[in-house]
C-alpha cells in the first residue's frame, strides 16, 4: 500500500480535533487535546496557545462551527455524541 506524505491516520475523534487545530495555528507544539468520556457523550477540550485563539474560533466563530460539524459527521460514524469545547 503506498500513501503520500501528507496521509494521517486518525484513530479517534481526540486525534481528529488535534490535527485540525495544529493545521490552523502558528504554536502547534502548544495545542492540547483532552476528553471526557461519558456513556453516550464525550466532551473534548481543546486548548491553544492565547495568540492563536482566534484562529481556532474564526470570523464570527466559523472556523470553531466548521471544526464542531466535522466532528459531528466523524462521531455519527462510531454512534456516539461528541462535543467540542474551546478552553481559554
Given amino acids: 500500500m503506498v500513501f503520500d506524505k ?3 491516520e486518525v484513530v479517534t475523534m481526540k486525534d ?7 493545521a490552523l495555528v502558528d504554536h502547534p507544539e502548544q495545542v492540547d487535546v483532552s476528553e471526557v468520556a461519558g456513556e453516550q457523550t464525550s466532551v473534548i477540550e481543546l486548548r491553544v496557545a492565547k ?3 482566534g484562529k481556532v474560533i474564526g470570523k464570527q466563530g466559523r472556523t470553531a462551527k466548521a471544526m464542531r460539524t ?3 459527521a466523524a462521531s455519527t460514524k462510531i454512534r456516539k455524541r461528541t462535543v467540542m469545547e474551546i478552553i481559554e
Fill in 51 to 53: 495568540e492563536d485563539l
Fill in 6 to 8: 501528507n496521509f494521517v
Fill in 70 to 72: 466535522i466532528l459531528s
Fill in 16 to 22: 481528529l480535533i488535534k490535527f485540525m487545530a495544529q
